[in-house]
């Protein structure tokens, strides 16, 4: 299964958010799939709407805490007002976690002193910009009450606020996502850097250790994607000037292989905990369970096989994603895919696609309260 982003139309409706994902997947999705909407304004109307969102099976709404140049942005307060009906609605709300002030205040005193290289996207979002916010978010938490899952962290001191956050019994969540897991800050001073601007940008090697750790003590709940795959044209506008870069690294087909090639074969994380990071937490947190993330009686069949032994190199000539290039060229795998099921029927056999686009279902999703947020 999927769960897509959509964003809200700029002065639209909320609902035409789910309304368009049903356009695009009708006759085409080959998985089930769901809706993450992501709010661009915080108007009556809006929030009137949230209710209906969550009733029409999308409960999870994302807010971002940066890209006001976008019309993204959501201040402190619209972040109060959304996560109040949020928690009335049986919703949560997801955040991207960037403080929007300090990051507009660098990145303009780096183009002007002439730091434009890949390498100046991290220096100019250092770790203080998302711990503030995350500090921010557990704060909401604390006085509102509510669900919240802290997409795509990515810094120790995150890690250690969301596990004292949890250990308090705050509904607080967080992620990880696999380019964290792999890759350092060190990419960006290569040639070809700008192949990992990213937001927020890659760490160093502390980060991910400490991501590692989170991911296996339990602070970290899942492993996504964040799949933003853009064209190699597309990346190349940020040669010179890493602002005009655009951000994000292609990630939905790596992520499974690469985190059992990370995570299990080297030891950082059980077979039980990578089953629980890809598989039964996502569901059960994000409202698929029981028919998802589980092979009990009546469950939805849908598996993956993998055989954990083989050793391959991933890359662009290995992948089947509609991309023109590869963020994880080269690297040497162990563990592949060898079939893949979506309620009993085989979709992926080898590295054939044998199903037929027009399968895939909507998943009406509704959060369970009585799963304790981070299981």
């Known amino acids: 299964s999927v769960i897509d982003f959509s964003n809200q139309p700029f002065g639209g409706d909320l609902m035409t958010t789910i309304d368009n994902k049903h356009k695009e997947a009708h006759g085409k999705a080959l998985i089930d799939w769901g809706v993450h909407p992501s709010l661009t304004d915080s108007s009556d109307k809006t929030l009137a709407a949230i209710p209906q969102v969550v009733a029409a099976g999308s409960p999870t709404i994302?807010?971002?805490?940066?890209?006001?140049?976008?019309?993204?942005?959501?201040?402190?307060?619209?972040?109060?007002?959304?996560?109040?009906?949020?928690?009335?609605?049986?919703?949560?709300?997801?955040?991207?976690?960037?403080?929007?002030?300090?990051?507009?205040?660098?990145?303009?005193?780096?183009?002007?002193s002439?730091?434009?290289?890949?390498?100046?996207?991290?220096?100019?979002?250092?770790?203080?910009?998302?711990?503030?916010?995350?500090?921010?978010?557990?704060?909401?938490?604390?006085e509102i009450g509510g669900r919240l899952f802290v997409v795509h962290m990515t810094t120790a001191e995150g890690v250690q606020?969301?596990?004292?956050?949890?250990?308090?019994?705050?509904?607080?969540?967080?992620?990880?996502c696999t380019h964290y897991l792999v890759f350092t800050d060190a990419m960006l001073r290569r040639e070809d850097g700008i192949k990992w601007i990213l937001s927020p940008p890659l760490r160093d090697d502390r980060a991910q250790q400490a991501l590692w750790q989170g991911l296996a003590d339990g602070r970290l709940s899942m492993v996504t994607s964040d799949d933003a795959a853009y064209s190699w044209e597309a990346k190349l506008m940020g040669q010179d000037r890493f602002d005009l870069c655009?951000?994000?690294?292609?990630?939905?087909?790596?992520?499974?292989?690469?985190?059992?090639?990370?995570?299990?074969?080297?030891?950082?994380?059980s077979l039980p905990r990578f089953v629980e990071l890809v598989s039964t937490t996502p569901a059960r947190l994000f409202g698929?369970?029981?028919?998802?993330?589980?092979?009990?009686?009546?469950?939805?069949?849908?598996?993956?096989?993998?055989?954990?032994?083989?050793?391959?190199?991933?890359?662009?000539?290995?992948?089947?994603?509609?991309?023109?290039?590869?963020?994880?060229?080269?690297?040497?795998?162990?563990?592949?895919?060898?079939?893949?099921?979506?309620?009993?029927?085989?979709?992926?056999?080898?590295?054939?696609?044998?199903?037929?686009?027009?399968?895939?279902?909507?998943?009406?999703?509704?959060?369970?309260?009585?799963?304790?947020?981070?299981?």
């Open 114 to 142: 002439g730091r434009t290289s890949a390498i100046y996207h991290a220096e100019s979002k250092p770790i203080a910009v998302e711990n503030k916010a995350v500090e921010t978010c557990v704060r909401l938490v604390r």
């Open 62 to 112: 994302k807010c971002y805490m940066t890209y006001r140049q976008e019309g993204l942005l959501m201040e402190e307060p619209a972040l109060r007002q959304i996560l109040k009906v949020l928690r009335d609605a049986g919703g949560m709300m997801l955040v991207h976690a960037e403080d929007n002030d300090m990051a507009e205040e660098s990145i303009p005193q780096f183009l002007e």
């Open 161 to 176: 606020m969301i596990g004292q956050a949890r250990a308090e019994g705050l509904p607080i969540i967080a992620e990880t």
């Open 246 to 269: 655009p951000n994000g690294i292609p990630g939905i087909e790596p992520r499974f292989q690469l985190l059992y090639s990370e995570g299990v074969a080297k030891g950082r994380i």
């Open 288 to 375: 698929m369970a029981p028919q998802k993330g589980s092979l009990n009686p009546g469950a939805d069949a849908d598996i993956v096989l993998l055989d954990p032994a083989k050793k391959w190199l991933m890359g662009q000539a290995t992948s089947h994603m509609a991309t023109d290039w590869a963020s994880y060229e080269g690297i040497e795998i162990t563990g592949k895919i060898e079939k893949v099921f979506s309620r009993g029927e085989l979709l992926v056999d080898g590295d054939h696609l044998v199903a037929e686009p027009g399968r895939g279902r909507y998943l009406h999703r509704r959060l369970d309260f009585g799963v304790r947020p981070g299981i």
